[in-house]
């Protein structure tokens, strides 16, 4: 199974809004609301941003967001900061009970 | 605190065995899913394979089923992985998760070790 697309990089200067897209299938991201977000700085593990489409783990600040429209899931960060910059993944659980990340998509804070 | 602390990583040669492990603490272990994701150099994020909380349901990516084993000892709080038939491409850091639910695979990921390295090559 192909990974979901992501576009690989995003950008967008302190205080400004960037969205972050990923698309698949009617078989992972349009059949379950198992998609999750996760941020991985530079030399660091991943930390979950988002779970099941649009929910924040205690700590994560409200800045952060997520949607999804048919096959495509979305994490929006608003009033951007220099430390939002890193790489970001979704993943989604699938219908043959497996799970899929994104190819991952790199934000820069100009 | 939840800690997670992976070992057992190394260089090995292609068709070679290892076993990783990852020792669990700052939770009830046998009351979550527990996974694999690998992370190969400057690339993406993979999933690996998933166990659910009792250790009764593993599930596994196409890439290593038939070749790689998930199990957990739930009285060592300990996650474990053996890789066999090992390739070039199985090459990346292993992190261990621990699932936010009890299933596994259907369960975000909400913490993470700082992952082992395993190396195969000739």
């Known amino acids: 199974q192909s990974a979901l697309t992501q576009p690989p990089s995003v950008s967008g200067s302190p205080g400004q809004s960037v969205t972050i897209s990923c698309t698949g299938t009617?078989?992972?991201?349009?059949?379950?609301?198992?998609v999750s977000w996760y941020q991985q700085p530079p030399g660091t593990a991943p930390k979950l941003m988002i779970y099941?489409?649009?929910n924040r783990p205690s700590g994560v600040p409200d800045r952060f967001s997520g949607s999804k429209s048919g096959n495509t899931a979305s994490l929006t960060i608003s009033g951007l900061q220099a430390e939002d910059e890193a790489d970001y993944y979704c993943?989604?659980?699938?219908?043959?009970?497996?799970?899929?990340f994104g190819g991952g998509t790199k934000l820069t804070v100009l | 605190e939840v800690q997670l602390l992976e070992s057992g990583g190394g260089l090995v040669q292609p068709g070679g065995s290892l076993r990783l492990s990852c020792a669990a603490s700052?939770?009830?272990?046998?009351?979550?899913?527990m996974s694999w994701v690998r992370q190969a150099p400057g690339r993406g994020l993979e999933w690996v394979s998933s166990?659910?909380?009792?250790?009764?349901?593993?599930y596994y990516a196409d890439s290593v089923k038939g070749r790689f084993t998930i199990s957990r000892d739930i009285s060592k709080n300990t996650l474990y992985v053996q890789m066999n038939s090992l390739r070039v491409e199985d090459t990346a850091l292993y992190y261990c998760?621990?699932?936010?639910?009890?299933?596994?695979?259907?369960?975000?990921?909400?913490?993470w070790g700082q992952g082992t390295l395993v190396t195969v090559s000739s």
């Open positions: 998760a621990k699932n936010l639910g009890v299933r596994g695979v259907k369960d975000p990921f909400d913490y």
């Open positions: 700052g939770f009830t272990f046998s009351a979550y899913g």
């Open positions: 166990s659910s909380s009792s250790g009764a349901t593993t």
């Open positions: 009617s078989s992972d991201v349009g059949s379950y609301n198992r």
């Open positions: 099941e489409v649009s």
């Open positions: 993943s989604s659980y699938t219908s043959s009970s497996t799970l899929i």
